[in-house]
């Protein structure tokens, strides 16, 4: 009889996970505050819009690539001591933080060529249209925007709640899963 292999449970996420969380947490804050910025200032709206653009294209293309390890690699699984609605509650806010930074560069990318402006990522390199010039849409597409950055919003909020009652109250493993390498345990 073969010797009993054992199944080790992952209990932290892989490097590419934890750099690409981090690095998107802070993207995605920078470009919350740079969308309010670009709605309450005159003076800096020409420059938040410039350095919005690109920035947004680039919390695309990491959401896609950390999907891609999402899907490819083994997470860690939530302690026992987590009740069943948090669980749920963790799995559909998740789904819905990967929803949202997919869909959001999107639009954002939509609302732009439907008002015939260029996504500009550096000057002299812009990127295709992506929906037909049209101001119904070009309207309809920044409602969908603004209305799913603020749901960006407190989701993230949300999350960054659930992590430090993880981290300083309950201690249970579920915040350092993100936060540390893999221990040799």
Do not use: E
């Not at 819009?49 to 860690?76: F, K, M, Q, V, Y």
């Amino acid at each position: 009889m073969p010797p009993q292999q054992k199944h080790s449970v992952v209990r932290n996420f892989n490097f590419t996970a934890r750099v690409l969380h981090w690095l998107m947490a802070v993207l995605i804050l920078a470009m919350l505050f740079i969308g309010v910025g670009m709605m309450s200032s005159l003076t800096l709206r020409p420059w938040l819009i410039d350095l919005h653009r690109p920035l947004g294209i680039a919390i695309l293309l990491l959401a896609i690539l950390r999907l891609g390890n999402r899907l490819l690699s083994a997470t860690p699984p939530l302690p026992a001591s987590v009740p069943y609605w948090q669980a749920m509650a963790a799995h559909v806010s998740h789904l819905l933080l990967y929803m949202l930074m997919l869909s959001l560069p999107l639009l954002g990318w939509a609302t732009l060529s439907a008002g015939n402006w260029p996504v500009t990522m550096i000057p002299g390199w812009n990127l295709p249209p992506i929906a037909p010039v049209s101001s119904v849409l070009y309207a309809w597409f920044r409602a969908a925007h603004g209305l799913f950055a603020w749901l960006l919003f407190l989701l993230v909020i949300a999350h960054l709640c659930a992590a430090l009652m993880h981290a300083w109250v309950y201690r249970d493993g579920v915040f350092s899963s993100i936060t540390r390498k893999a221990s040799g345990k």
